[in-house]
Nanobody, 123 residues
């Protein structure tokens, strides 16, 4: 059984930083590209960041503007999302997902999803 478990969310002030983690089990992690998406109340789920299976390439949503960094540690089956200069507009549930192939920004190309971790940023 594949499981993706996110952690690291919380309530912070604008300008603060958070690092999210997502640990996978039940799959061969090194073969999967990993992504982060987010969903705010009343809004559609949107792409945040993705990293290829090799870690060689990373991709970010336009709104990131250099504030976030995605990375992975295959020895720990974990993908990270370091978020700096957080804004109230970053408030959302952040979900990680795993894909074997397909487009990095396409939700439908991700096979497995975690339950999410809440990030709340106050002004």
């Amino acid at each position: 059984q594949v499981r993706l478990v996110e952690s690291g969310g919380g309530s912070v002030q604008a300008g603060d930083s958070l690092t999210l983690s997502c640990t996978a089990s039940g799959l061969t992690f090194m073969y999967y590209g990993m992504g982060w998406f987010r969903q705010a109340p009343g809004r559609e789920r949107e792409f945040v960041a993705s990293i290829t299976w090799s870690g060689a390439d990373t991709y970010y949503g336009d709104f990131v503007e250099g504030r976030f960094t995605i990375s992975r540690d295959d020895a720990k089956n974990t993908v990270f999302l370091e978020m700096n200069s957080l804004k109230p507009s970053d408030t959302a549930v952040y979900l990680c997902a795993a894909r074997v192939a397909g487009k990095v920004r396409a939700q439908d190309d991700y096979s497995y999803w975690g339950q999410g971790t809440q990030v709340a940023v106050s002004s």
